[in-house]
C-alpha cells in the first residue's frame, strides 16, 4: 500500500490555521493556511456597484484570485506585467466569486459591493480551495464590520457557511486536500464547495487524462464532505473569537 | 406540475443534428444542433506545438470557444475588439481542450497540434456542451484525414467516444438539456462530459443562489448519464458515413 | 488563352445565393454565398448611439469585420486572443460601415444603432464585397422589423441597394469576382461598391506589386458596374420574398 | 460661384515644400509641407526581415503613420495610450506601405527593412496624400545612404517616383489638394497614388453620405493625375539637389 | 585632461533655442532644441477634468513625453505599436507633469485641463530635461492665450519659471547638460528641475553602475543650478516677445 | 511645536522588522515591516537572461513592485485586470531593480537572472524604500543559496549592503521615514537609497505643489544618511544568524 508522503490518512485534511486581522485596512482580512498553502484572503467594502445592476437596490459581491509571482516552485510571471489575465485566474475568481455569493442576502448591502481578493502567497496544492474557505471568515468579519456600522438592512446577511476542500485519486486511492506533489500526478481531481448543511454550492470534478467511474466520483463526494465538515468546525471555531481589530462605534 | 415550453419530458433531449463538412477548409468541420443552438466545430491541424512541449516528441490539442456578437438574444459585444477575452470564455476554451485530450493518444500526432474551433452561430442554451458534442465529430474526421495523410503514428489514436450534456433543476424538477428559457431562470446547473463507456470526464456542478443537495446531485448525474448513452448514439451514426471531402491519396 | 478554373467567362458572376433568417435573433440575418465564400452577415437593432452622436437625435450604423480562425486555407489566429483587431480587418470593418450608412437615413431611427456583424464562415476571395452585398439585405430585413414594431421615424429610411463586387487584372485579363486562387496572384485588385442606380459608393484599386494604366482603371469599372447590375438583380429577387420571420405585431 | 477660401483655382495645388536631412539619425528625413499640413517622414534602414519572410533573401519595407496629439484642431488622444492603434492610423499605415513598395527592388536590400514613419506635426487636410509624397523622397534618401554604404545588390532599385494627391467634390465642384475645412464638408473624397510614368497605384474614392457618377469619378481622376504631374515635378527638383547629409565612405 | 567632444567648457550649456508657434493648432507651441535635441513641446487647452477632480472647481495639467521611433541612433519600437506605454515614457511623462504643475495655480483654470505633449523629434541626451524646459515657454503661450480669451479667474496663474538640466559624473568630472555620447557612459546622471529663485522642484539622481559621495551630489547641484540660472534668462528673453499667433479679441 | 503622531522623533525611524525563510520557494524571501508598511520580497533565480543580453556571459537582475488591492485603505483596482501596469509601478520597479545592481557583480551570475519581488501587503508610507531595503536581505539570501549550490563564479559577488529610507519636510520640519499620514500632506517629499560605506545609489526629492530651498535639500540629506546607517545595522544583524531553509548540499 502507498502512503502518503506526509503521513496522513487518505482521507485526513492537513493542519488548517486562520490568522483573522492579518492586515489593518480591509473590514476582514484573514490568512488562512492549509498545510504549507497560505492565502492572504481580504473582503473590503467599497461603494457603488457594476453598472448593469445600478438602480437595483442590490449590493453586489466579487472576487479576483491572484498568485503571487514567487508562491509556485517556479517563479510564474505577474499576469499585470503579461497585460492579462490568464484562463486559470479567471476560472478561480469567478468559482470564488459564485460560491461566496450562495451564502450572502446582497438585498441588504444595500447599492454596496464586497470586493474578495484572495492572493497566494505560497502554493502547495488546494489554493482555490483554501481561498474559498479563507474568504468565508473574511466575508463574515466584514459583514460584523458592516453591522458596527449600521450599514446592513438585514442584521444577519449571511444564510450559512462556506466551505471548500479538493479531493482527487493519487495511485489509486480516493485522497482528500491533495498537496502539490500529489495533485500534480493525480488521476482525477475534484473540487467541492459545501455548506455547514451539508448541501453543496459547486462540485467541478475533472479526469486528468483518463476519465473515471460513477462509483468513484461518489466516493471522492463522500470523503469531500466528511472533510468538509471538519472545515466548517474550524471556521466556527475561529469565528466564535471576537472582531479582530476595532469596530466602528465600538469606543475602541 | 409544470410542464416544459417546448413539450419534452424532463430527461428528454432536444433534437440533435450533425452537418458534417460543413465548411471545406479545415480537416474536419461540423455544425452541431442541440434543438436551436447551433455551434460551427472545427479541426485544423497546424505543424509544431506550443514551446513547452517542443522537443517531447508528442502532440497537442488546443481549443477556443467563441459566441459570435449575435449569436445571443441581445447582441454581445466582440472580444476582439474590447482586445481581452472574458472569463466565460476562457473557462468554456479549457474545458473542451481538456474534454477531448481525454479521448486522444497525442503521441500519434507527432509534433503537431490539432486546433478545435467552436463558434456558436446561434445560442439557446447547452452552447458549451453542444460545442464539446460536435468537436469531437470534427476531431473524428481530423483524424480520419490524418490517417490517410499517413501522418499517424498509431492508426486508432482515439480511445473513446466524448460527449457532453447540460442539466439542472428548473421549477424543483431535475431537467435534461436546458434550453436558454431554463437555463436562464434554473436552481442548479450542471454540465456533465462523459464517454460511451458510461465513464466521467468532467462534471461541473453549480446552485445558482442556491445550494442543492447530494441526493439531487445524484439524480442529476443519473439522467445526464443517460442522455450522454443516447448523443454517443446520434455521434456513432453520423460518424458511421463517410468522410465527408476528399482524403489525401484517395483519387478523389 | 488562358481561361479561368471554373470555367467562367471573365466578366461572369460567381453563383450568388442569399438566406435569409439564417439565425433567429437578429432582426436581419443572412448567409450569403459567393461561390465558396460565404459570410454570416446580421443587422441588430440596439438602443443608443455613440457617445459623440448621444443628443443630436440620430442613429447609427456600426460594422465589424471578422475571419473565423477555420475560414481561411490555413488557420488564421483568432484576433480576440492576439488581443487586437489587425489592419485588414479594421480596414474592411470601416469600409462596410461606410458603404451601408449611404443608403440609409439615420435620422429616421431615432437615437438607436444598427449593428452589421459579417463574420465569414469559409473565405474563398472577395469576402468583403460579399459581404456589403449580404449586409444590405439583412439592413433591409432589420428595417422592415423596425418599420413593424412602429419603431421608424420614416417608413422607408433606405434610399438605395448597395452592393459590391471585387475585379481584378489577372493573367493579363480584366476579370470579375476573383476567387482566391486568382486573387493571390492579381496585378490589380479592386473593389468598387456601388448602387442600383448605378452610381458609386466606393473605388478602392491598388496594383499589387505593379502599377496601372488609367485605361485599365476604366476597363475594370465598366465590368465591376455590369457586375452589380446583376448583384442587384439577386438582391431584388431575394427581398422580394416576405421577412423570413415573425414581425412584431403580425400575428404570428 | 464659390471660390476656395484660400483662392487657390480648383484644379490648383496648395504650396509644396521638401526640408531634406530634417533630422539627422535616419538614413532619410524629410519634413514635407503641403500648405499647412507637415509631416515629418523618415526611412530608417534595420537588419533583418519579418519572421514570414526570413530565408527568402528579400528584403521588406514597411511604414507607420501617426498623428501627434497636438496635430489636429482638437488636440487628440494617443494611441499608445489608449494601448491600441486606431482603425484609421492602420489603414493609413498599410496604404504608405503598398504605395512605397510599388517602386522598389526589395531583392537589392538583402534580408534588410526599410522602415517607414509618418508623423503629423500639424494636419490640414490630405495628411496621407502629403506622408506619401514625403516617404517617397525620404525612400530615396535612404537608398542613395544604402549605396555609398555598399549594401544594395542592384545601384538603382527604385523602379519610379510615387506622388500622391486628395481630390474631391466640395460644393459641387472637383477640387485638388482639400485642406481640413473642404475635407470635412466634401461630398466625395479620393486618394490617388500615382507614378511619374502616369501610371496608377492605388485608387480610392468615398462617397462620404452621398454616391458619385461615373462621370465624377472620370473628372477626379483627370484633375489628380494632373496634379501629381506637378508634385513629381517638385520631388525631382529637390531630388536633384545632393543628399542632405554626410555619405558613408564620402570622406565628409 | 579628457576634454568634451564639442569643445565645451565642464559647466558650459549647449547651444539652447525656443521656436515658439512652431505648429499653429495649440495654444502654447514650442520647438526647444539643447544642441542636437529637439523636442516638439504643446499645451492644448481642453474642457473638463479627469473624473477624480470633478466637482472641485480646480483645473488639472497633464504630460505625456514620447518619443519618435526616428530620434535615436538606432529606429525604436513605436508604443502605439506594442501596445502599451514603456517604464522610461511613464517615467518622464509624471516628472514633466509634477514639475510644472508646481507652477501653476490650478484653482485659475476652473475645471479644465492644460495638456503638455513632448515629442522627441531628435535625442541627444537631456530629452527630459528639455522637454521639461521647453513646455514651460508652451504653457506661459497657453496661458497668454487663456487670459486673452477671458478664461483665467487669476490674470497670472503662473508663480514662477521652471527650467530644468541634466548633470553627471563623465570620465570622473562633473559635467553639465550631458549629449549622449557623455550620458551613455557616465558613471553619475543627475536631472535637475528648479524654478527662477533658484529653488529646488525635483531632484533625481542616480550612480550607473556606480556609487557616488555626498561631496559629488552637491558639486552637481551647484553646477545645474548655475546651469538653470543661463537657462532661465533664455526662456526670459524669448518670452518677452510678443505671442505668436492671433489671440481671442486681438483684432489680428 | 508639532509632534509627530507616534511620538517619534523628527530624525527617529519606525521599528524595523525583517522575518527571513517568510515562505519556502523563492531562494530568498522576506517579509520586512517599516512600522505598519510591510512588504513581501523574494529574490527568485531563473535560469537564462533577457534576449538583449544573450551571448554576454553576464547575468541580469531585475525587479517588480506591485502593491496588493486590499493593502491601500481604499481597496485599489488590480493592475493584472486593468490590463496595464500604472506609471506609479513602472517607476518604482525600475528603481528597485537600478538600486540593487548598484551591489551586485552581474559577472558572477553567469547568464541567469535572479527575478526580485516586492509585493506590499500593507502600505503605510514609505512602501519603495522598504521594499529596497527588504530586497536586499532576499537578495543576500539568494546569493548565499546561490553559493551553496555552486553557481557562482565569484564566491562574493555583493560588494556593499543596500539601505533606503524616505525623507520629507512636513508641518515645516524635516522627518525621516513617513507614514502615510505625513506622507500625504508633506511639503516636500525625498527618497534616499545609499549603501553600508555611506555612498549615494540613488536620490530622489520632488516638492509637492511646493518648492524647495537647497538648503532644505542638504538637511534632508543629512538626515536620510544617518538613518540609512542605522538600517544597515538591522539589515547586517539579522543576516548575521544562518540562511533560514535548508541549503543545497548542506545535508539538511
Not at 36 to 45: D, G, H, L
Not at 185 to 205: F, S
Not at 215 to 232: P, Y
Request: overall charge negative; proline content about 4%.
Amino acid at each position: 500500500m502507498t502512503s502518503r508522503a506526509d503521513g496522513r490518512a487518505d482521507d485526513e485534511l492537513r493542519p488548517i490555521k486562520f490568522t483573522r486581522g492579518f492586515t489593518s485596512h480591509p473590514a476582514g482580512s484573514v490568512l488562512v493556511e492549509f498545510g504549507n498553502t497560505r492565502v492572504m484572503c481580504t473582503a473590503s467594502v467599497t461603494e457603488g456597484v457594476p453598472s448593469w445592476r445600478r438602480g437595483s437596490g442590490l449590493g453586489w459581491l466579487t472576487a479576483e484570485y491572484s498568485m503571487l509571482p514567487a508562491a509556485t516552485h517556479e517563479r510564474s510571471k505577474r499576469e499585470s506585467v503579461r497585460g492579462k489575465i490568464g484562463g486559470r485566474t479567471h476560472e478561480i475568481s469567478r468559482l470564488i466569486g459564485r460560491s461566496l455569493r450562495a451564502c450572502i442576502d446582497l438585498a441588504a448591502l444595500g447599492e454596496n459591493t464586497i470586493a474578495i481578493d484572495c492572493d497566494v502567497l505560497q502554493a502547495d496544492g488546494g489554493t482555490r480551495t483554501a481561498a474559498i474557505t479563507g474568504a468565508y471568515v473574511a466575508l463574515a468579519d466584514a459583514v460584523t464590520y458592516l453591522g458596527a456600522a449600521g450599514k446592513l438592512a438585514d442584521p444577519q446577511p449571511l444564510s450559512c457557511i462556506i466551505a471548500a476542500v479538493s479531493v482527487g485519486v493519487v495511485d489509486g486511492r480516493v485522497r482528500l486536500d491533495l498537496p502539490y506533489d500529489e495533485d500534480s500526478r493525480a488521476e482525477v481531481d475534484m473540487n467541492v464547495v459545501a455548506t455547514d448543511a451539508g448541501t453543496l454550492v459547486e462540485v467541478q470534478g475533472t479526469g486528468e487524462g483518463a476519465t473515471f467511474a460513477r462509483g468513484t466520483l461518489d466516493k471522492m463526494l463522500d470523503v469531500a464532505c466528511a472533510g468538509i465538515e471538519n472545515i466548517v468546525a474550524a471556521q466556527r471555531e475561529v469565528l466564535s473569537q471576537p472582531y479582530p481589530g476595532s469596530l466602528p462605534g465600538s469606543g475602541q
